[in-house]
């Protein structure tokens, strides 16, 4: 007999902060228990009238290296390692407070993130949770670089990645897989760092950004492995491809139930692979589209 879902917030209130990637400023989030069919919403306590900005689909910004999201004129941004440990640690609902617009960085990964929310502990609601089950296979993108949406015999959420920067990369290939729980998620996802090669990071200082960030900061990569740091995990590239992927997905809006696989994907395919699916749920009269 299959288990009813229902919605869970955090029991506890829960603190982390940093400083951002890109603006080097100083931000705390304040985690915050929130009622049934909230959702996870973003309250800007910095700006006059303290905007909610909901983690939904439909308020994605394109941006560069990171998700964004915008309404009313107020913004979030770096908001997906947030949203993925939220979602991988199996909360549907909660308020958080932020003091800035870019989320903080911590160590590049989501662990920090996820460690406070574990600690916050769960409380279980009476209301049903918001599921998504795939049926037919949802596709967006091309021949090299795609995410694709399947049905699944089992249960829960089964997450894929594979990495390939292709020959003459520094940055290795390899391939992630992910049964999502909350556990799962703690040990072998959330450790999992941002990486950059050498000169992808020398050209964003360049250009006035990330000022602050050394090679201890995030995984930076030369032509002989990561620079003054060492892997977590063997692929912890694809882990972290999956740690964003997660993120991402939760714009939806749902608990997804089926196999979720990425070729290469970024945030911008991603978030759209998030409102297909929305728009699928908002529209249930619309049937799937199938996989090109």
């Known amino acids: 007999m299959m288990q009813i879902p229902f919605q869970k917030t955090i029991a506890h209130v829960a603190r982390v902060s940093g400083r951002g990637y890109w603006t080097g400023k100083n931000v705390s989030l304040t985690f915050l228990p929130a009622e049934p069919d909230t959702g996870i919403v973003f309250r800007r306590i910095d700006l006059t009238g303290e905007p909610m900005i909901p983690a939904l689909a439909?308020?994605?910004?394109?941006?560069?290296?990171?998700?964004?999201?915008?309404?009313d004129g107020a913004s979030v941004e770096m908001v997906e390692h947030v949203l993925a440990a939220?979602?991988?640690?199996?909360?549907?609902?909660?308020i958080i407070e932020c003091d800035g617009a870019e989320m903080p960085a911590m160590d590049g990964s989501a662990y920090a993130i996820a460690l406070a929310i574990e600690q916050a502990g769960r409380v279980t609601s009476d209301r049903q949770a918001r599921t998504f089950k795939i049926g037919e296979s949802i596709r967006l993108g091309d021949q090299q670089v795609y995410v694709q949406a399947n049905a699944s015999e089992q249960a829960g959420l089964t997450l894929v990645y594979h990495l390939d920067y292709g020959q003459g990369s520094p940055i290795p290939s390899s391939s992630s897989t992910c049964l999502?729980?909350?556990?799962?998620?703690?040990?072998?996802?959330?450790?999992a760092r941002t990486f950059l090669t050498h000169a992808e990071a020398m050209k964003l200082q360049q250009s006035g950004v990330a000022q602050h960030v050394t090679h201890r900061d995030l995984v930076i990569f030369g032509d002989s492995g990561p620079i003054d740091n060492q892997l977590r995990f063997p692929d912890e590239c694809s882990r972290h491809k999956l740690l964003?992927?997660?993120?991402?997905?939760?714009?939806?809006?749902?608990?997804?139930?089926?196999?979720?696989?990425?070729?290469?994907?970024?945030h911008n395919l991603n978030g759209r692979m998030a409102q297909q699916i929305r728009n699928l749920q908002l529209d249930p009269d619309e049937s799937l589209i199938k996989a090109a």
């Not at 992927?245 to 970024?266: H, K, P, Q």
């Open 58 to 71: 439909e308020y994605r910004s394109d941006a560069q290296l990171r998700t964004k999201l915008v309404c």
């Open 86 to 94: 939220l979602y991988g640690m199996g909360i549907d609902n909660c």
């Open 180 to 191: 999502l729980s909350p556990a799962e998620f703690l040990t072998s996802i959330a450790p």
């Open 244 to 266: 964003d992927l997660i993120g991402d997905l939760a714009l939806c809006g749902y608990r997804l139930e089926g196999m979720v696989f990425a070729c290469r994907s970024g």
